[in-house]
């Protein structure tokens, strides 16, 4: 499975290293909250709800240079949008990945 | 550039922010996770520039382009390019940014907006009269269907900004002109006139009462800018 990394975020801070932190810390804050969003919404079968979660959630998963895993949240959300769960496992196991990842930092 | 940036994801809002540090032209206002509060300042205040980001619950950006008057530039922020097509309907949208923004693409956008915002202002102070013809004495001919109404100018009590036309309240009649507040601002004498905000000027000899961001012309209540306050309360002859 391709690994979360820092690239983008070193490629558009311009070296401002207080920034990465800033937006580091930002992503450590807000992550937790929008999985815990997906996971309530995708449970209740709000798969609407649940599809705006991953939406959101796929701008984090760009942010950590997952570029396949990209691909795989945008499918998820058009899934959802329609209420097939095709590809769930696929997406909560990006999550789980991002999440250890943040752990690390 | 006077800017505000509206997404409801706060790394979103940083890395904008950040971008735009990078320009000496742009400043960044206020930064707001939702439309909603972000209506209210811009009631108050007069923005050069948007970026909003369409995709946010209860209320999302296409939702609250529609509902701004007299909308200033806009410059979308997205993770869905589906929007595009529908964006693009809107005279204020400037470009369309895909997230991950990458900064080469921002700077195409901030240059597009740039000339955009420097050309509406040329156009704003330029000495065309366009539908709005000279002044004789306390009046004003304004041109609707070729033909050349004459208003009286004291009997004016508000001018209100819609898209590419002015509405202009007197009296007696309602009149809609194909112009801007800018022109009109300069054609109506300066001690009986005051633009109160991006979107409207009014007589202050019909004010009624005014409260703490709004006054009340007739039965219209008209909001005031927070940076047109100072100026209003200079005006007035207050006890």
Redesign the interface.
Known sequence: MEQPNLSYINSMSGGDERFEEKLIMIIKDEFPIEKKDYYHNYKSNNFKLAAGNVHKLKHKISILGLEKSYEIAVAFENNLLKGNTNLSQEFESILINITNYLKKL | MNCIIID?????R??IS??CS?FNNISVIEEFPNAIQAIKFLNQNEIDLIFLDI?M?DFNGIDFIQTLKNPPKIVLTT??ANFAIQAFEYDCIVDYLV?????ERFSKAITKANNLVSKSNLEDTSSSTENIETISGNDLYVNIDRRLIKIDIPSIYLVEAKGDYIQIKTENKNYTVHSTLKKIEDKLPIDLFLKVHRSFIINIKKIIDIEDNSVLIKKDVIPVSRSNRPELMKRLNLL
């Open positions: 409801d994801e706060a790394a979103s940083a890395i950040h971008f990078s995709h619950p993770s869905d997230k991950p923004i990458a900064p």
